[in-house]
């Protein structure tokens, strides 16, 4: 990372209370956070720890008890499709074909119809779902659904993508390969994402940092430079380069000091 | 087994029915008039253009009813859905009338309204107005909000959320609701006829049992069901088409 790229997200002491029944508890405490233009950065660390609390501050899906986030040197006060959102359950619009899915954003901004035909048939192609543009999602297999989701939320342009586990629910194959074709689109299309998980394997193959987060109240309990050349294929997770960053990632994501028991 | 087996399966079923049926009034085991004897005064009734009459009749109460019913429930039950103030201030009414029947709201009605239509598409009005409020208002609760947020990030105003998902997603909410509700409708004209009216399936059955004209009776009784199961059917046709896109479980 060069010190002269601009930041894109900034997380300033960002504070997260939540009330459950009658008591409260800290979802996040304090969290600053930066992520340069263009940087792949993934989140990982135990359930609880506030990281879709993270991503949905940044979202716009939710205003932070304190603290703000702020894209592109303004203050983020609602959702804005110069952020796009890849959700863990698809979100696909099961109505819409896969062409009208990624043409939603789009439409939205009324874009004449033969730009956003050109537009969709670019992304389908990106993320080869060209043969199924008039399918439905109900006709797709899970991977497929999350590549139309990618499509969709590309379709937009945004200029940031956060993914919240948008691979938790794929079969391990599936996940591997969708792993792979999500750095290549991003190779070629790059935006500044943020990555959240619980798969430490696939935090250190895709990020350029991965932060581990830690539990109850959620915090930052480290930041791993993963120096790493991109673009990366299947043989970089053979070398020992990558198997010292994963222990390291592991190690931390396992073996956080006064964590507490009851998880 | 395959599907033309079952629906023979199904055809011969009913022709067994009949079956039986002619055989119990011909050896006299319960007094009942005979299918031919049905047949031959269905065709009288249809000659005699009593039948027709009464249908028309019949189908004009409920589809009005029906039709304004519907077509405020589907706002009503959207608006109830989303906004939280106009559910509370809603849903006493809509709880404590679903538990009222139509047909005891009758009495009332012709009291107030008169012995002549009003009164009657009234009460249908009422049955199918119920059964899709509650079906509509359900179908916007239940809409997925990981959805809605999806279509927030993209861009769209609460006011696009709620046309291009909103409505989609309680689609298939409405059309139960109608369903349920033309069922209602439909039950609720013939007992209301049998009440109170001049005309209609209803009547002419009422009619009937003061005669003893049990063939007329069984004649009504035919065209009721079998006029409810088309319409059933018609529905559920529309239904499967609007909703394709369902994950069928």
């Given at each position: 990372?060069?010190?002269?790229?601009?930041?894109?997200?900034?997380?300033?002491?960002?504070?997260?209370?939540?009330?459950?029944?009658?008591?409260?508890?800290?979802?996040?405490?304090?969290?600053?956070?930066?992520?340069?233009?263009?940087?792949?950065?993934?989140?990982?660390?135990?359930?609880?720890?506030?990281?879709?609390?993270?991503?949905?501050?940044?979202?716009?899906?939710?205003?932070?008890?304190?603290?703000?986030?702020?894209?592109?040197?303004?203050?983020?006060?609602?959702?804005?499709?110069?952020?796009?959102?890849?959700?863990?359950?698809?979100?696909?619009?099961?109505?819409?074909?896969?062409?009208?899915?990624?043409?939603?954003?789009?439409?939205?901004?009324?874009?004449?119809?033969?730009?956003?035909?050109?537009?969709?048939?670019?992304?389908?192609?990106?993320?080869?779902?060209?043969?199924?543009?008039?399918?439905?999602?109900?006709?797709?297999?899970?991977?497929?659904?999350?590549?139309?989701?990618?499509?969709?939320?590309?379709?937009?342009?945004?200029?940031?993508?956060?993914?919240?586990?948008?691979?938790?629910?794929?079969?391990?194959?599936?996940?591997?390969?969708?792993?792979?074709?999500?750095?290549?689109?991003?190779?070629?299309?790059?935006?500044?994402?943020?990555?959240?998980?619980?798969?430490?394997?696939?935090?250190?193959?895709?990020?350029?940092?991965?932060?581990?987060?830690?539990?109850?109240?959620?915090?930052?309990?480290?930041?791993?430079?993963?120096?790493?050349?991109?673009?990366?294929?299947?043989?970089?997770?053979?070398?020992?380069?990558?198997?010292?960053?994963?222990?390291?990632?592991?190690?931390?994501?396992?073996?956080?000091?006064?964590?507490?028991?009851?998880? | 087994?395959?599907?033309?087996?079952?629906?023979?399966?199904?055809?011969?079923?009913?022709?067994?029915?009949?079956?039986?049926?002619?055989?119990?009034?011909?050896?006299?085991?319960?007094?009942?008039?005979?299918?031919?004897?049905?047949?031959?005064?269905?065709?009288?009734?249809?000659?005699?253009?009593?039948?027709?009459?009464?249908?028309?009749?019949?189908?004009?109460?409920?589809?009005?009813?029906?039709?304004?019913?519907?077509?405020?429930?589907?706002?009503?039950?959207?608006?109830?859905?989303?906004?939280?103030?106009?559910?509370?201030?809603?849903?006493?009414?809509?709880?404590?009338?679903?538990?009222?029947?139509?047909?005891?709201?009758?009495?009332?009605?012709?009291?107030?309204?008169?012995?002549?239509?009003?009164?009657?598409?009234?009460?249908?009005?009422?049955?199918?107005?119920?059964?899709?409020?509650?079906?509509?208002?359900?179908?916007?609760?239940?809409?997925?909000?990981?959805?809605?947020?999806?279509?927030?990030?993209?861009?769209?105003?609460?006011?696009?959320?709620?046309?291009?998902?909103?409505?989609?997603?309680?689609?298939?909410?409405?059309?139960?609701?109608?369903?349920?509700?033309?069922?209602?409708?439909?039950?609720?004209?013939?007992?209301?006829?049998?009440?109170?009216?001049?005309?209609?399936?209803?009547?002419?059955?009422q009619q009937a049992q003061l005669y003893y004209d049990l063939p007329t009776i069984f004649v009504q009784l035919i065209c009721i069901g079998t006029l409810g199961l088309?319409?059933?059917?018609?529905?559920?046709?529309?239904?499967?088409?609007?909703?394709?896109?369902?994950?069928?479980?």
């Open positions: 990372m060069t010190t002269q790229t601009k930041t894109m997200i900034r997380f300033e002491n960002i504070h997260q209370e939540f009330v459950v029944g009658k008591t409260s508890f800290t979802a996040v405490e304090d969290v600053s956070l930066n992520i340069a233009d263009g940087e792949f950065v993934t989140v990982v660390g135990p359930s609880g720890c506030g990281k879709s609390t993270l991503l949905n501050a940044a979202a716009g899906l939710l205003q932070p008890t304190s603290g703000q986030v702020v894209v592109d040197e303004t203050p983020v006060d609602g959702p804005s499709p110069r952020t796009g959102v890849i959700f863990q359950q698809y979100a696909l619009f099961p109505w819409l074909t896969v062409r009208k899915n990624v043409e939603f954003g789009l439409e939205l901004q009324k874009k004449p119809a033969a730009e956003r035909r050109r537009i969709v048939d670019h992304y389908l192609d990106l993320v080869g779902l060209s043969r199924f543009a008039d399918a439905l999602p109900k006709e797709l297999s899970g991977g497929m659904k999350q590549r139309c989701a990618i499509a969709r939320a590309y379709a937009v342009n945004p200029e940031i993508l956060l993914m919240d586990e948008p691979f938790g629910a794929l079969d391990a194959l599936t996940r591997v390969h969708m792993q792979e074709q999500l750095l290549e689109t991003w190779g070629r299309e790059r935006r500044t994402v943020l990555f959240v998980t619980h798969d430490v394997d696939e935090a250190v193959y895709l990020a350029s940092r991965v932060i581990v987060m830690a539990a109850r109240p959620g915090r930052i309990y480290k930041a791993i430079d993963v120096n790493l050349p991109y673009p990366r294929d299947n043989n970089l997770r053979l070398t020992r380069e990558y198997a010292d960053l994963r222990a390291q990632v592991w190690d931390a994501v396992y073996n956080q000091p006064g964590r507490s028991d009851n998880n | 087994m395959g599907r033309t087996s079952l629906q023979l399966i199904s055809v011969l079923s009913v022709v067994c029915g009949i079956g039986l049926w002619a055989l119990a009034s011909v050896t006299g085991a319960v007094v009942v008039p005979g299918p031919r004897a049905v047949l031959d005064k269905a065709v009288e009734l249809v000659s005699t253009g009593v039948l027709p009459s009464d249908l028309g009749a019949s189908l004009a109460r409920v589809l009005t009813g029906f039709v304004l019913g519907t077509i405020l429930a589907i706002p009503v039950g959207f608006l109830m859905g989303w906004y939280p103030l106009i559910r509370a201030a809603a849903e006493p009414y809509v709880q404590f009338f679903r538990t009222v029947p139509p047909l005891a709201i009758i009495p009332l009605a012709i009291v107030i309204m008169g012995i002549d239509e009003t009164p009657k598409i009234f009460v249908i009005f009422l049955a199918s107005f119920l059964s899709c409020v509650v079906a509509t208002f359900q179908g916007v609760v239940t809409v997925d909000k990981t959805l809605i947020n999806a279509a927030r990030v993209l861009g769209a105003s609460s006011f696009v959320v709620f046309r291009r998902v909103v409505v989609p997603a309680s689609s298939p909410f409405i059309l139960v609701g109608m369903r349920i509700g033309l069922g209602a409708s439909w039950a609720t004209v013939v007992a209301a006829e049998l009440i109170a009216a001049q005309s209609g399936l209803g009547f002419r059955m088309i319409m059933d059917r018609a529905l559920l046709l529309v239904e499967a088409r609007l909703t394709r896109w369902q994950e069928r479980r």
